[in-house]
Every structure is written in structure tokens, then in C-alpha cells.
């Protein structure tokens, strides 16, 4: 059994800032890309930003400049450091791992349950 636990997210003026912060756990292999998805309210989960095992990252335009994606790879863990928050960032933020739990098996896609941010005044 795998687990995603997804944490600091909260309420914040816009401009400020925010570190969400992502730890797998569980009967793990090896994780290979693991990465950040959101949802606002009545739009679809979107891709906010990945990296992969080796720090090759990926960010949408629209937080590019502003969040900075990184991970522990000692740790299993996967950071979402986001500056300059606008209310448009306001959504549930969710963890996701491409990870496999045995040799014999395939990667699969593990989320986390959300966290949500909330960007206002």
C-alpha cells in the first residue's frame, strides 16, 4: 500500500508565499517523476509543475518565475515552493508520484488526497 501525504497548504494575501510539501510512504521501489496537479473550483486538475529523479523539471506558464518544484529523493519527497501568490492560484493542490512497488510490476500513478490554497485578501 502506498500513501501520498500532501501538506502546507492554507490562506494567503496575494503576493505572499506558500511551501506544500509531499511524502510517500508505503511498500515503494522507486519513484520516478512525481509532480504537482491542481483544481479550482469547477475547472479540471491541471498540471502545475514535475521533476524527475535526475531534477528535470517542468512548470506550466502559468506559475513559471513564481513556483519552484523540487524533491528529496532520500526522503521520497516532493516540494512545491510557491512565491508571488495570485488569487488565481487558489485551488486543491494535489501530489502525484509515478512510482513502482516491486520489481515485477509496472509504474503506476499514485495522488495524494489535496491540500487546498486559498489566495486572498
Known amino acids: 500500500q502506498v500513501q501520498l501525504v500532501e501538506s502546507g497548504g492554507g490562506l494567503v494575501q496575494p503576493g505572499g508565499a506558500l511551501k506544500l510539501s509531499c511524502a510517500a510512504s508505503g511498500s515503494i521501489v522507486y519513484i520516478n517523476a512525481m509532480g504537482w496537479y491542481r483544481q479550482a473550483p469547477g475547472k479540471q486538475r491541471e498540471l502545475v509543475a514535475t521533476i524527475t529523479t535526475g531534477a528535470r523539471t517542468n512548470y506550466a506558464d502559468s506559475v513559471k518565475g513564481r513556483f519552484t518544484i523540487s524533491r528529496d529523493n532520500a526522503k521520497n519527497t516532493v516540494y512545491l515552493q510557491m512565491n508571488s501568490l495570485k488569487p488565481e492560484d487558489t485551488a486543491v493542490y494535489y501530489c502525484?508520484?509515478?512510482?513502482?512497488?516491486?520489481?515485477?510490476?509496472?509504474?503506476?500513478?499514485?495522488w495524494g488526497q489535496g491540500t487546498l490554497v486559498t489566495v486572498s485578501s
Open positions: 502525484n508520484a509515478h512510482l513502482r512497488t516491486s520489481f515485477t510490476t509496472p509504474y503506476l500513478e499514485h
